[in-house]
RNA sequence: GUGGGUGUAGCUCAGUUGGUUAGAGCGCCGGAUUGUGGAUCCGGAGGUCGCGGGUUCAAUUCCCGUCACUCACCCCA
């Protein structure tokens, strides 16, 4: 047997509907947002990524999937949307369009990860990408509608942190005072960030080992470093929020783990979900663009897991099915009726089943149970003589007839 | 990449101190006389006991290896 690959996973019917009211929630907010969806490629040249991410970042050294083409160029399955977005901003430009200043997209990632609970090599998210506003009223817009997206699906036991990592000039001179802050302190880290104290100072803030947080302990705080635009821009964004009773927690160790993040950052985790807390994040990244060779672009933006949304989604958040007809046909005139039934129903998008297998009114009815109609036509071949057809309601068990000759157009207005 | 746990029916799991035809529940299929589902009862199908090797008269059981799944670390959504 042919197994699928590690990590990759496949959405059987069962969790469809879970995957369609995270899906359909996240059109329909994004367009009460005034966003857009932009559907961009799932890969594209390596050096996309590793331009953005930095090629310094865990997901740039070892976790993309990346293989030759024909003619040598080195390709890569997207690991993330922002750079893929940012890229098709410039070469479409898409600024000279006011409707596409605001993007969202939905789709499958890819990072060659040790799979665990709510992590996965294939994975899906739910983007949006606010790009060419410099004003943290954009900052507030963004983070709104994470968190208004979540509250939709009534996801439990959230919290958002935020932070502020300035300007590049802020923080590359944070970064130098807590670089000399660490001086002679390497012993009391961790071997991973005695490497990140030359490749990626900023994320020894957040690393999870004991005796680095203890080490840390004493460092100054980013938000001291903050200029003066940027302590207003990060307040003014704070004040935003509380107006509009979003709950937050103020975390100066919050980094992000790609480099193109500057200014607001932040990150929601969910207490029910395991070790891989976190189901969404995001910031401003004003300076992707012309690391990408754009013109100076300011943007913000965020990303969703959608597994790990779907793992914590409950049950209650699932909407009821749509109500449906089960054609229970049985007998030579019957059946015939039955299939002419079935066709009219259909054509007027009205959910119709059957179940050619069974014969009998008894097991008919059985699989019209099993398969959860909450209609079904009963017609044999005294209802053809009688031009008729019965109606039964599942649930109630009451049974109505009707003309067989109206009788489609009467099952589509009961059930509209 | 590192560490732990688990591999027996479609699913959830028993089990054998090594011994004949490996079990249960759920699910699935069928039946309980005439054209009315869910409950109950009865019956049925379905398993190379993950794979390979070793020890043994005999291995699903013990040993080794391997693969898969899973959780955690790292990191991330």
Redesign the pocket.
């Known amino acids: 047997m042919i197994?699928?690959?590690?990590?990759v996973?496949d959405i059987t019917p069962d969790q469809i509907p879970k995957w369609t009211i995270t899906e359909r929630t996240a059109h329909a907010l994004s367009h009460a947002f005034g966003f857009h969806e932009i559907r961009i490629p799932v890969f594209e040249k390596t050096e996309l990524y590793v331009r953005s991410l930095g090629d310094a970042?865990?997901?740039v050294e070892?976790?993309m999937y990346t293989f030759s083409d024909r003619d040598g160029t080195s390709l890569t399955l997207r690991p993330?949307g922002t750079a893929g977005v940012v890229r098709a901003f410039i070469e479409r430009g898409l600024k000279a369009q006011p409707s596409s200043r605001k993007l969202y997209y939905i789709g499958p990632?890819f990072?060659h990860?040790?799979?665990?609970?709510?992590?996965?090599?294939q994975?899906h998210?739910f983007g949006v990408e606010s790009v060419g506003n410099a004003h943290p009223d954009a900052d507030i817009e963004v983070i709104t509608l994470l968190w208004r997206y979540f509250s939709a699906l009534h996801l439990p036991g959230l919290v958002l942190e935020i932070n502020s990592l300035g300007e590049s000039s802020d923080r590359q001179e944070y970064i130098r005072t807590f670089v000399s802050f660490l001086k002679g302190k390497e012993p009391r880290l961790c071997g991973?960030?005695q490497r990140?104290i030359h490749t990626n100072p900023l994320?020894i803030l957040?690393?999870?080992?004991p005796l680095c947080r203890e080490t840390v302990k004493g460092a100054p705080s980013i938000t001291e470093f903050l200029s003066q635009p940027c302590q207003q821009h990060f307040d003014h964004v704070l004040r935003g929020l509380r107006l509009l009773g979003i709950p937050y927690t103020i975390n100066p160790c919050l980094?992000?783990?790609?480099d193109y993040y500057a200014l607001t950052t932040f990150?929601?985790s969910c207490s029910v979900l395991?070790?891989?807390?976190?189901?969404?994040?995001?910031g401003r990244y004003d300076g992707l663009f012309q690391t990408l060779g754009g013109p100076p672009t300011p943007a913000v933006g965020f990303?969703?897991?959608?597994?790990?949304v779907i793992l914590a989604l409950p049950e209650s958040a699932l909407p009821q099915p749509d109500p449906w007809v089960f054609i229970a046909s049985f007998?030579e005139k019957?059946r015939e009726a039955g299939l002419s039934l079935l066709d009219s129903l259909r054509a007027e998008h009205v959910k119709a089943d059957t179940d050619y297998?069974?014969s009998?009114?008894?097991?008919l009815?059985?699989?019209?149970?099993?398969l959860g109609?909450t209609y079904?036509v009963?017609?044999?071949?005294?209802?053809v003589a009688g031009n008729r057809i019965?109606l039964?309601?599942?649930?109630?068990?009451e049974?109505v007839t009707y003309p067989l000759s109206t009788a489609s157009a009467a099952i589509v207005n009961q059930l509209r």
């Open positions: 197994r699928g690959i590690k990590g996973k970042t865990d997901l070892k976790e993330e990632m990072r990860e040790r799979p665990q609970a709510g992590r996965f090599r994975f998210q991973n960030c990140r994320r957040d690393c999870k080992v980094v992000r783990g790609l990150e929601v395991g070790a891989q807390n976190a189901i969404g994040a995001g990303a969703i897991g959608l597994e790990r007998g019957g297998h069974a009998t009114l008894k097991t009815l059985r699989s019209a149970d099993r109609a079904v009963i017609l044999g071949d005294d209802e019965t039964r309601n599942m649930v109630t068990k049974q």
